[in-house]
């Protein structure tokens, strides 16, 4: 007999597509917070872009958040997409002080 508490509802037929275009829109602005984010820093785009990265980063965790719903993801995957969401955010910072230290370091010797 399985254990009635690990059983999760059923995935409606309905909601296929809107966690297949959730899922996808997770990998775009994804795609466009880490671009808009790497742009700043190298100089390509203008620092007043950086809060259209931010921007894409809350549609990101947005679209995350209806996809985990629609799925009906359980608390330990609910966390962890909290938790992967919030170091998507702070890698970027992350790359860039690293490669900021590296650089000073090389620089001034």
């Known amino acids: 007999m399985v254990d009635p508490s690990i059983l999760r509802p059923e995935i409606a037929l309905d909601d296929f597509l809107p966690i297949f275009v959730s899922s996808a829109l997770v990998l775009v602005f994804g795609g466009f917070y880490v671009g808009i984010y790497t742009a700043v820093k190298v100089g390509i785009l203008q620092k007043w872009t950086m809060p259209l990265a931010y921007l894409f980063w809350v549609l990101t965790s947005y679209c995350l958040y209806v996809m985990g719903s629609l799925m009906h993801v359980g608390d330990f995957t609910a966390k962890a997409l909290v938790v992967a969401m919030i170091g998507y955010l702070l890698l970027p ?17």
């Open 93 to 109: 910072h992350a790359v860039y002080y690293m490669q900021h230290q590296v650089h000073e370091e090389n620089e001034h010797v």
